[in-house]
C-alpha cells in the first residue's frame, strides 16, 4: 500500500492456519487495496509471491526509512 506515494510494509504478528503462506516476525509488502481494507484486510506479497488479503490483525505496520525501502524492495520483489 503506498500511503502518501510512500511503500508500506508490515511484520507478521499471526500465521495461525496459514503457516506456508505466512511466517510471524517477518516483514512483508503492503499492497494497495481500498476494498480489503474496508473490510479490515491487509494485501501483502505473501510467501508464494503472490499477494494474496490477510486480516490486518495478524500484521503491524511499521514505518521504515526510505533508505530501508529502497534496500529491501528489490529483495523482496525476488520472492
Given at each position: 500500500m503506498k500511503k502518501n506515494g510512500k511503500l508500506q510494509f508490515?511484520?507478521?504478528l499471526n500465521n495461525e492456519g496459514y503457516p506456508a503462506s505466512l511466517e510471524v516476525g517477518k516483514l512483508y509488502?503492503?499492497?494497495a487495496d481500498e476494498e480489503a481494507a474496508k473490510e479490515n484486510y491487509l494485501r501483502v506479497i505473501d510467501e508464494s509471491g503472490e499477494d494474496?488479503?490477510?486480516a490486518a490483525n495478524r500484521f503491524h505496520l511499521v514505518d521504515?526509512?526510505?533508505?530501508?525501502k529502497r534496500t529491501l524492495l528489490p529483495r523482496l520483489e525476488q520472492v
Open positions: 508490515a511484520i507478521c509488502r503492503v499492497i494474496y488479503a490477510f521504515l526509512p526510505q533508505s530501508v
